[in-house]
């Protein structure tokens, strides 16, 4: 086993996040999707592992058992340290699911204390005096407040935090952190003896995160956004080889869109203005029993096996009401992952071997329907957005899994033109 360190993330597209961000330091890296078990196995030489949870916005207990179940399967693969993945924002309810989670984790490793910090400096996200700003606005003040399921009303970390934990919060400033590795080892001994459990950091970019990950490296649980991973990950020493990535070079490649968000909108419509085909699904006639996917897979049989194709179910905002109006919201995404999950299957039967899944949700019903459990992770194409290989399919089937608003406006074509494989 040459797992060095493991991570659990609170979503999915975070997992991906970290997963990039431990790519980025040159870990070789696996992600994980849902609770792994016994059976759940891992790419070979991995450097770092990263199971992708759902815990950011479920009831508590059920975080904080998702979470350590994700923890022991990670020791069991070798993990020496475990990092535990939340959002740049701290989005997290008045009760959790930060501190619980911490807390658990923290217990279940027998480690008096554990380093946080959010940070996400390239996202405008940094942290000063325990205090979290997005670009130039405090937290409270940014957009943030308005969050339609967590609105963050408070930029303390240290408040946020002590509302979420019985134990001791503290803070390592940046002026500590400026002076070094040395500095911040010192000060979480000090912290640690004071009886301290959960220590704050400010960081203002991504020196400061490698400074705080070189400090962070002899703790058995570590916590924070991408950045802090990153930093981490630095710290390790050089893995050499280990980045390679197999690059299949075989096969089709397509896209698979069921984000509405506007950046896939503008993503979809380079498509068409590079003159690629596309095809739009009907969801309420495949609702009213149409055979749609017959008709998409006739579609795709139709078309030149050289250029990928594009088969989406987004919507404008317009089209997506009247859908759901008319299903109603949750009968709607279902009927559509539904869709997009037995077409992905569909298609790499017939010989798709690099496709591009666009929306969170989505991502999570096509990797189902594939039977895919867990990826090696690859080079980025846009930040955060990764290729991955799947592990239980011999490296030779390549997922671009990204979260809606990701990805640069001509993300699609660039990204299946270029890595990982040529268009024959
Ligand atoms: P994002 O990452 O942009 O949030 P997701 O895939 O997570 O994208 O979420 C988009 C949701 O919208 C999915 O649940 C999907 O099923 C749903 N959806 C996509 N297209 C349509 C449509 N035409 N009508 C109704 N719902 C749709």
Known sequence: MTLRIGCTADDFTGGTDVAAAFRRAGLRTALVFGTPDAGTGLPADCDAAVVALKSRSTPAEEAVADSLAAQRWLWSKGAAQTYFKYCSTFDSTARG?????????????????????????????????????????????????????????????????????????????????????????????????????????DALTDDDLAVLGAGALELAVVAGAAGLAEGLGHAYPAVGESTAQPSPREGRAAVLAGSCSARTLEQIAHFYAAGLPALHLDVLAAAAGRDVIGEALNWYDAQDPVAPVLIYASASPAELAAVQARLGVAEAAAQVEELLGTLAAHLVERGVRRLLVAG?????????????????VGEEADSGVPWTYAADKDGDLALMLKSGNFGGPDLFTRALEGIPGEAR
């Not at 480690?111 to 997005?134: D, E, I, K, M, W």
């Not at 969170?360 to 090696?376: D, F, Q, Y």
């Open 97 to 201: 699911n930060i501190g619980p989670v911490s807390d658990a984790l923290l217990d279940a490793a027998g480690a008096p204390l554990t380093l946080h910090c959010p940070a996400s400096p390239p996202n405008g996200r940094t942290v000063y005096q325990g205090h979290l700003f997005v670009h130039d606005e405090l937290l409270s003040e940014s957009p943030l407040r308005h969050h339609p399921l967590n609105p963050m009303t408070d930029s303390s970390l240290l408040r946020l935090l002590s509302a979420q934990t019985p134990h001791a919060v503290g803070l390592i400033d940046w002026h500590t952190v400026r002076r070094g590795t040395d500095a911040v080892r010192e000060a979480l001994v000090a912290h640690r003896q004071a009886g301290v459990r959960h220590v704050v950091a």
């Open 360 to 376: 969170g949700e989505t991502s999570g019903a096509v990797t189902t329907a594939l039977g895919v459990r867990a990826v090696l």
